[in-house]
């Protein structure tokens, strides 16, 4: 490892990660300085550093400590890389989603569920991460989800949509989060389950009903997200995902809901009276569309214990101060089109100005598009603390906005279709429209293939603030006996009982 100073520094800080009083704080510089002090490549050396029995004991009596390490581990973009390179980050991306979903209704772990998120997120602007996904999943692990076949994609739509409809109130603000990890993978998805295809589409249901959409300045971002989702896969993934082509036209009705969205002031007000005081994401009939059965062994999600600690966390900064918004499609790379016949994306040949051209309406698209994302945060702040209240030229002017025109336009083509085949046949057996939709294709029909824009996880002064807040609180509440803050002027935040 180096010198013998080296090596009792990287020791004294080993110790220090893996002590159950000091937790360490992300932003710690100096600290990770000299736990990095040799350069990892790849996960064995994780192993050699930190031997697998304190790696244990890390998970056992200082969890944060063990987040903060992963959290840093996949930040360090030389590891991250050679994880990306390989299946390992499949390896990485399980534990995380299994914790998520145990942790998702213990208020207590709230923290320990960010940096989750803030992991994944930073893994999702990598290609190769979104790749990696379409690896068949075999449960190793017994979760509380529904019992599915598929890919590792599978799994991290499933959780997701199990964290969103049946996690405490206090993860609301990660739904952005969740969702842009959705969007950044979603152009690399080639075979949605048909679990996985109805998890997306009842969000999109319970996100777009007016009552919810009017209710707060933001939540139409959601269906923004949701559907730029939809259209990635049409445009670039069509062929391997029949099972969500099939639920978009079962579900066409929630589309069109929306393209019709009423913004007279009125029918916002009728909205609004008509919500009911009941969780939003209630389930409905799109959600149990598929027989779930939670997988054998599973135990469901419990509450954080009466009478535990909890230390109040900053806000969660906004999705567009976390990320930076890039072209998928470098200027040294062919652009992808919509997959063909045989199932493989196609490539257009382009020459060095249509490359120029290209590259110049990403710049455009990606200033329009932070731009109005920018203006429209900016609003939200405002409407919030003027005490908000919606109206139509509001609506109006996101609604004209809704990306829907690929997805109206595979309805127009395919509903027509699949209707004619059931009458023609007799046809009462979803296998049968599955199968012709396979050996369909879009091909020349839908618009011209939008460009991929992936939202990367940039360092924040915003993330930055909220792991030292979050550190603090966890020092903090361990310290609480023996009280050495009694008699003290130290005043960091709120503590509460659960």
């Known amino acids: 490892m180096g010198n013998a100073d080296t090596k009792l520094n990287f020791r004294k800080a080993v110790v220090q990660l893996t002590s159950k009083t000091q937790p360490i704080d992300a932003t710690d510089d100096s600290f990770w300085d000299q736990f990095w002090s040799e350069s990892v490549t790849n996960i064995q050396d994780v192993f050699t550093l930190v031997p697998g029995a304190e790696i244990r004991a890390l998970r056992e009596e200082s969890p944060n400590n063990l987040a903060t390490l992963v959290y840093k581990a996949v930040e360090?973009?030389?590891?991250?890389?050679?994880?990306?390179?390989?299946?390992?980050?499949?390896?990485?991306?399980?534990?995380?989603?299994?914790?998520?979903?145990?942790?998702?209704?213990?208020?207590?772990?709230?923290?320990?569920?960010?940096?989750?998120?803030?992991?994944?997120?930073?893994?999702?602007?990598?290609?190769?991460?979104?790749v990696r996904l379409n690896k068949p999943?075999?449960?190793?692990?017994?979760?509380?989800?529904?019992?599915?076949?598929?890919?590792?994609?599978?799994?991290?739509?499933?959780?997701?949509?199990?964290?969103?409809?049946?996690?405490?109130?206090?993860?609301?603000?990660?739904?952005?989060?969740?969702?842009?990890?959705?969007?950044?993978?979603?152009?690399?998805?080639?075979?949605?389950?048909?679990?996985?295809?109805?998890?997306?589409?009842?969000?999109?249901?319970?996100?777009?009903?007016?009552?919810?959409?009017?209710?707060?300045?933001?939540?139409?971002?959601?269906?923004?997200?949701?559907?730029?989702?939809?259209?990635?896969?049409?445009?670039?993934?069509?062929?391997?995902?029949s099972n969500l082509v099939y639920t978009i036209i079962r579900k066409r009705g929630v589309f069109h809901a929306l393209a019709n969205l009423p913004h007279e002031h009125n029918a916002i007000a009728r909205s609004l009276a008509a919500a009911k005081p009941a969780?939003?994401?209630?389930?409905?009939?799109?959600?149990?569309?598929?027989?779930?059965?939670?997988?054998?062994?599973?135990?469901?999600?419990?509450?954080?214990?009466?009478?535990?600690?909890?230390?109040?966390?900053?806000?969660?900064?906004?999705?567009?101060?976390?990320?930076?918004?890039?072209?998928?499609?470098?200027?040294?790379?062919?652009?992808?089109?919509?997959?063909?016949?045989?199932?493989?994306?196609?490539?257009?040949?382009?020459?060095?100005?249509?490359d120029q051209d290209q590259d110049k309406d990403h710049r455009t698209a990606r200033k329009t598009s932070q731009d109005t994302d920018n203006r429209e945060n900016n609003n939200d702040n405002v409407s919030q603390r003027a005490g908000w209240q919606a109206t139509g030229e509001w609506v109006a002017s996101w609604r004209s906005r809704l990306p829907l025109q690929t997805i109206m336009r595979l309805l127009q083509v395919l509903v027509p279709q699949v209707e004619k085949i059931c009458i023609d046949k007799g046809l009462t057996d979803e296998s049968e429209i599955l199968r012709f939709l396979q050996h369909g294709t879009l091909v020349g029909l839908l618009p011209v293939p939008h460009p991929i824009l992936i939202r990367k996880y940039q360092a924040n002064a915003g993330t930055a603030a909220w792991f030292r807040t979050y550190m603090w609180g966890v020092i903090y509440i361990r310290n609480v006996d023996p009280p050495i803050w009694y008699d003290t002027d130290v005043k960091l935040f709120e503590i509460q009982r659960v």
């Open 76 to 130: 360090k973009m030389k590891f991250m890389y050679y994880v990306l390179k390989s299946s390992d980050v499949l390896e990485v991306l399980v534990p995380i989603l299994y914790h998520l979903n145990d942790s998702r209704a213990d208020q207590s772990r709230v923290g320990l569920m960010h940096i989750g998120v803030f992991i994944l997120l930073l893994l999702s602007g990598e290609r190769n991460f979104g």
């Open 137 to 241: 999943y075999a449960a190793a692990v017994p979760m509380d989800i529904a019992v599915f076949t598929g890919t590792h994609a599978d799994l991290l739509v499933v959780v997701f949509h199990k964290i969103i409809t049946t996690g405490h109130q206090r993860l609301q603000p990660l739904f952005d989060c969740l969702l842009t990890i959705l969007v950044n993978v979603s152009p690399y998805l080639k075979t949605l389950s048909m679990v996985a295809s109805t998890k997306l589409l009842h969000l999109l249901e319970a996100f777009s009903t007016p009552w919810f959409l009017f209710s707060q300045p933001h939540h139409h971002h959601l269906v923004f997200f949701l559907l730029e989702m939809f259209n990635n896969m049409i445009q670039y993934q069509f062929d391997g995902n």
């Open 279 to 354: 969780k939003p994401l209630h389930r409905s009939r799109s959600a149990e569309s598929v027989k779930e059965a939670a997988m054998e062994g599973s135990r469901p999600a419990q509450p954080a214990e009466p009478g535990t600690l909890n230390a109040t966390l900053p806000d969660t900064p906004a999705i567009t101060s976390m990320t930076e918004r890039e072209s998928a499609h470098p200027k040294d790379q062919l652009l992808p089109t919509r997959s063909g016949g045989d199932g493989q994306d196609g490539e257009r040949d382009q020459d060095q100005d249509q």
